[in-house]
């Protein structure tokens, strides 16, 4: 029986939009729930069984087995995973209401259009019409659909690992987010950017104490003023450039595609070239530390005999100890410092069947495809998957327009996809699904 693969992620992808899952952190809000059961329905209707577990009320996620009749049952399950939730959207700053999955000039806008909404209605898009077909994938799948992602997947991915980590018996390959869009070289030449590998999350807190007093007077040991001096000397420092083996893949891929020798010393220069993608490439060639909240004092004249500032650090594969290192020196000895978050770095080589069959399958559906590695700056769920050895890989497929800032998208106003990128990913799901 013939199916269309693409036939219905437009439409999941609206309807998944509409529901609002977006995720404030630590203050309430409205939880995975709704979209969770939104999706376990969409699964039902073509007799896929699933289960929703909420680590908090609301806070859920979905997991499901499918393994229909024809799927290889000595092959190890794959499992493919998306988040829920989305980051809040101010509607005030949209063109289009963030949560009513507009389509306007070929594209479905809305918070979650490009993290992560796309994806899991092109998973569902394809489960559906493969489901209904009776068309089953080569290799039994675990759908994952989280909570909690935009927050570090404490009440999704990461409570899945800690409370029902039998589901994921004999899985050793998953894909996800963030990767598998296009970066257009040429008219004839596409770089796909797979995800093998995420930084590290370092969040630290640095607590400065000193002689409380007047502040009239001379005070010697001023809280502020030393916790000041670190925090400019952290947010001031040059992370020297730290190469890792995804990084240096996907430099050598840029270098050929413009036919230019690229030293990594100055290869920021070279990615400007590539438009936006070059700011998320540019943070992952060295560590960074950036200073981002501040507290301090009650009343002006009163020198506090404590202070404290945060620092968002993250580290590259590898680049963890030279990090910590490096922060012990920058604080100096008069400053405690306290470790918030701690998340390692991920990273997998890029190579063997699976990543055949991602190259195999955009270019059948892109003759200018060229899969490739990188280095994302960000954390994900990988990170949970990642404590079970679960080899990880961002491929969420997307032929993109040259010109639309993509990472600009992320978390960004006007968060949106066009249709014909979502209707794209799909069709290179399904044959990844039938080849994986
Ligand atoms: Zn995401």
């Not at 219905?8 to 939880?31: A, H, K, M, W, Y």
């Not at 039902?44 to 699933?50: C, K, M, P, Q, R």
């Not at 019409?129 to 039994?140: E, H, L, S």
């Not at 590998?197 to 104490?209: Q, S």
Request: net charge negative; proline share 6%; hydrophobic share 40%.
């Amino acid at each position: 029986m013939s199916y269309r693969a693409d036939e219905e992620v437009v439409g999941i992808c609206r309807d998944l939009i509409r529901i609002d899952s977006t995720n404030f952190g630590p203050q309430p809000g409205p939880g995975e729930r709704a979209a969770a059961e939104h999706v376990a329905a969409l699964l039902d209707e073509v007799g896929i069984s699933s289960e929703i577990y909420e680590s908090e009320p609301k806070r859920a996620s979905l997991i499901a087995d499918w393994a229909p009749e024809g799927v290889d049952p000595s092959a190890p399950p794959l499992l493919i995973h998306g988040h829920l939730d989305v980051v809040p959207a101010n509607a005030d700053d949209w063109t289009y209401d963030p949560f009513a999955g507009e389509i306007a000039d070929g594209c479905v806008w809305g918070r979650g259009a490009v993290d992560m909404k796309d994806f899991d209605a092109m998973l569902l898009s394809v489960v559906r019409a493969r489901a209904r077909a009776g068309v089953a994938p080569r290799r039994p799948i675990k759908l994952v659909f989280t909570a909690d992602e935009e927050a570090g997947g404490i009440y999704g991915a990461h409570w899945l690992v800690d409370h029902h980590r039998d589901f994921f018996e004999g899985c050793t390959e998953a894909i996800g987010e963030v990767g598998g869009f296009s970066l257009t070289i040429r008219d004839d030449l596409r770089l796909y950017l797979i995800q093998t590998a995420e930084k590290g999350i370092a969040w630290l807190r640095l607590i400065a104490e000193g002689r409380a007093g007047h502040g009239s007077m001379r005070n010697d040991d001023n809280a502020v003023t030393e916790l000041a001096a670190a925090v400019a000397r952290i947010g001031q420092y040059d992370w020297p450039h730290k190469i890792t083996d995804a990084q240096r893949a996907f430099l050598d891929a840029v270098s050929e595609a413009f036919g230019i020798e690229l030293d990594p010393d100055r290869a920021e220069e070279t990615l400007a070239k590539l438009g936006s993608i070059s700011r998320m490439i540019g943070a992952t060639m060295s560590n960074t530390a950036n200073p981002t909240m501040l507290t301090a004092g009650y009343k002006h004249n009163v020198i506090p005999g404590s202070a404290e500032a945060s620092i968002d650090g993250r580290f590259v594969p590898g680049g963890k100890d030279e990090f910590l290192a490096t922060i012990d020196e920058l604080v100096g000895d008069k400053i405690r410092i306290e470790m918030d978050t701690l998340q390692p770095s991920v990273e997998t080589e890029f190579s063997g069947a699976l990543v055949e069959a991602m190259q195999q399958c955009l270019l059948a559906e892109d003759p200018g495809a060229r899969a490739v590695p990188f280095l994302m700056s960000g954390g994900t769920d990988a990170k949970a998957w990642d404590r079970l050895g679960i080899r990880c890989f961002g491929f969420a497929p997307l032929r993109l327009p040259p010109d639309l800032d993509f990472v600009g998208m992320f978390h960004g106003v006007d968060e949106r996809v066009p249709t014909e990128s979502l209707e794209f990913g799909a069709r290179v799901l399904d044959r990844f699904l039938a080849t994986a």
